[in-house]
């Protein structure tokens, strides 16, 4: 019973949360489920300081081909994540092809597969959104389409 209350509260949470912005807590995303290609469910560190989402094939595989180039703790050395929302992927689509190349990459990938995270998280097309945290509140909202920024982004 008590599974049931906290999951309608979390409903209720998701459905009626306003957008992030400036000042907003890490904690609002914290409220989402996010797996590895492999089907591992993962929580946002405490100590991240920068994520990096995409919410399109396009900027997912830009971000994928720079970490690719990169050690297998880049992001984690940096207090960064990478979330790519694939939730508007049909589910054939994911399960025969994207979820076996991405788990041949070597760096770590946050999944989300709910329609109501890019209702939450600010984004633009074509453009990869960066989330620059601070003492756990978002201080910094930008958007980006390259490499060359993804790398400054992250080695701020």
């Not at 989402?53 to 994540?81: C, H, I, M, R, W």
Request: charge should be positive; aromatic fraction near 10%.
């Amino acid at each position: 019973m008590n599974r049931f209350f906290t999951a309608l509260t979390l409903s209720v949470a998701i459905l009626g949360a306003a957008p992030i912005k400036v000042d907003s807590s890490l904690n609002m995303l914290d409220s989402f489920k996010y797996e590895t290609p492999t089907g591992r469910e993962m929580k946002i560190p405490k100590k991240t300081k920068l994520v990096i989402v995409s919410f399109e094939k396009d900027t997912g595989a830009l971000v994928n081909d720079y970490l690719d180039t990169q050690n297998p703790f880049y992001l984690p050395k940096n207090n960064s994540v990478f979330i790519a929302d694939i939730n508007k992927m049909p589910s054939v689509i994911t399960n025969m092809f994207a979820l076996p190349k991405l788990q041949k990459y070597k760096h770590l990938i946050y999944l989300h597969y709910g329609d109501k995270f890019q209702n939450i998280v600010p984004s633009k097309e074509q453009k990869i959104t960066l989330l620059r945290v601070e003492d756990s509140k978002i201080k910094e909202i930008s958007f980006i389409s390259t490499q060359q920024e993804l790398k400054a982004a992250i080695e701020k």
